[in-house]
Antibody
Framework: QLQLQESGPGLVKPSETLSLTCTVS??????????WGWIRQPPGKGLEWIGS???????YYNPSLKSRVTISVDTSKNQFSLNLSSVTAADTAVYYC??????????WGQGTLVTVSS | QSALTQPPSASGSPGQSVTISCTGT?????????VSWYQQHPGKAPKLMIY???KRPSGVPDRFSGSKSGNTASLTVSGLQAEDEADYYC???????????FGTGTKVTVL
């Protein structure tokens, strides 16, 4: 059974960089059928797609976040990562990693709350 | 890249049916047969209920069905049960330049 687990700091200071890693188990991140993505959900609000990466390095970003987002993949560790720079309180959210076939994610991590506060 | 439009709320009594719409454009919902639907209970990760417009993953009851007409996709929940009370989101492929977009979300209440 495929499982995804987010890890990283739960508290980030304004203007700093939010960094999260997703570890994939029960399957290979090098599968040629899937992208791997990050999605976030501010408290009490809806889902927002951040970006998705293919194991070969092909990446798509949400245009509204593109200037601040970097997603990378480490196939040797079966992990992919998210960096979001210059964060503000508006970036406070539950961040999910997911397997992301075309049309929308099918397997999701449990999510991790990241709070931006000094 | 604008979010897909869903009604904020929908409701029905146990045993009844409820249909949720998801309206996009010809660049997303209308342009591809890659629409998914998710159920999210409070404090939980979203769960895939429908993919590729009308396909159900293994384990999802056949009370859940999806369809699409033009730029609008729909999710119908038949035979409403108490456990169906949740937030529902649609998503769609949005082309090679945008990849993915979610809907605004609909809260379904079982009366």
């Amino acid at each position: 059974q495929l499982q995804l687990q987010e890890s990283g700091p739960g508290l980030v200071k304004p203007s700093e960089t939010l960094s999260l890693t997703c570890t994939v188990s029960g399957g290979s991140i090098s599968s040629r059928f899937y992208y791997w993505g990050w999605i976030r959900q501010p408290p009490g609000k809806g889902l927002e797609w951040i970006g998705s990466i293919y194991y070969s390095g092909s990446i798509y970003y949400n245009p509204s976040l593109k200037s601040r987002v970097t997603i990378s993949v480490d196939t040797s560790k079966n992990q992919f990562s998210l960096n979001l720079s210059s964060v503000t309180a508006a970036d406070t959210a539950v961040y999910y990693c997911a397997r992301d076939p075309i049309g929308g994610p099918d397997y999701w991590g449990q999510g991790t709350l990241v709070t931006v506060s000094s | 890249q604008s979010a897909l439009t869903q009604p904020p709320s929908a409701s029905g009594s146990p045993g009844q049916s409820v249909t949720i719409s998801c309206t996009g454009t010809s660049s997303d919902v209308g342009g591809y047969n890659y629409v998914s639907w998710y159920q999210q209970h409070p404090g939980k990760a979203p769960k895939l209920m429908i993919y590729e417009v009308s396909k159900r993953p293994s384990g999802v009851p056949d009370r859940f069905s999806g369809s699409k007409s033009g730029n609008t996709a729909s999710l119908t929940v038949s035979g409403l049960q108490a456990e169906d009370e949740a937030d529902y989101y649609c998503s769609s492929y949005a082309g090679s330049s945008n990849f993915g977009v979610f809907g605004t979300g609909t809260k379904v209440t079982v009366l």
